[in-house]
């Protein structure tokens, strides 16, 4: 079974840019997840869907991050302007929401860098 | 403030030795997952604690619960130099939203 799919692996920009970052989660599962992390801050949760739905965005650092789930089984994460504090390692998860629980996919990330 | 604190935040062993490694918060927690993380990849889920006071073992992995559901322990026994990697811990004191520790970055040396 594939498990959660990003693209690209590896991204490099310059300031300005628009950069999109794109997930596919695990198929049936109802919640996704994107993070990111870096050295500084570690895994720092960005924003959650539920089937479908945004439940929480307040991880979204500033309006130059927005994020899209237009069906079950795509997402995106969009940086526009980048700048050069955005560089990261940005993971998608998904997971089967269960009372009592979350249990989390990760998928391999996108490094992020901006020039 | 961090809602799950992990320690140590870095350890380095050589193969062989045991170690244990703490997730603690003053919060309760319905569950708590850990995590290892190997350069370049994603988290990988090792197993979720559930019940106060249980014990999981995987393989030559213990883990456990504290009786409040405040705290998690991850004991390895005899590690190996694949046991290196970032170990997380996560739980979602609120429905819905999992918080990660920091974790710990572990090395076993050959």
């Known amino acids: 079974d594939a498990g959660v799919i990003q693209s690209p692996r590896h991204e490099v920009t310059e300031m300005g840019q628009e950069v999109t970052l794109r997930c596919k989660p695990i198929?049936?599962?109802?919640?996704l997840f994107w993070y990111r992390q870096t050295m500084m801050r570690g895994l720092e949760l960005l924003i959650y869907f539920n089937n479908n739905v945004p439940i929480d965005d307040s991880g979204m650092p500033e309006d130059r991050f927005s994020a899209k789930m237009p069906n079950a089984s795509f997402s995106t994460l969009k940086i526009q302007p980048s700048e050069p504090r955005d560089s990261a390692v940005y993971f998608c998860a998904s997971s089967l929401l269960l009372a009592g629980g979350i249990e989390q996919f990760f998928g391999p990330g996108t490094r992020l860098t901006v020039l | 403030t961090q809602l799950l604190e992990q320690s140590p935040q870095f350890l380095s062993i050589q193969e062989g030795e045991n170690l244990t490694v703490y997730c603690n918060s003053s919060s309760v927690f319905s569950s708590l997952q850990w995590y290892r993380q190997e350069p370049g990849e994603g988290p990988v889920l090792l197993v979720t604690v559930v019940t106060g006071g249980e014990v999981k073992k995987l393989k030559r992995l213990t883990f456990q619960f504290g009786d409040a559901r405040k705290d998690s322990s991850l004991h390895i026994t005899a590690a190996q130099p694949g046991d290196t990697g970032l170990y997380l811990c996560?739980?979602?004191?609120?429905?819905?939203?999992?918080?990660f520790g920091d974790g710990t970055t572990l090395t076993v040396k050959p």
């Open positions: 996560a739980g979602a004191p609120n429905a819905g939203k999992s918080t």
């Open positions: 198929s049936g599962h109802n919640s």
